[in-house]
């Protein structure tokens, strides 16, 4: 029995030493650029429409 138990144990590390291990993969790390020189500056877009006359608006009245 004692001799069984000591095979058994040996045929089990035998067989995990023997599984080839996956190697790692060793991937570089993302490089972040810098940013470069402002370049010149785009032509100046359309303007907006014209808003309604500025003030407050009008506040509602009810009668009481």
Do not use: I, R, W, Y
């Not at 045929?11 to 650029?33: M, R």
Request: glycine residues 14%; aromatic residues 2%.
């Amino acid at each position: 029995m004692n001799h069984a138990t000591m095979f058994a144990a040996l045929v089990v590390v035998a067989s995990l030493s023997a599984c080839q291990k996956p190697e790692p993969v060793n991937v570089p790390p993302a490089t972040v650029g810098e940013p470069g020189p402002a370049g010149s500056q785009g032509s100046t877009g359309k303007p907006g429409d014209a808003g309604t006359a500025g003030g407050a608006p009008a506040a509602s009245s009810s009668s009481n």
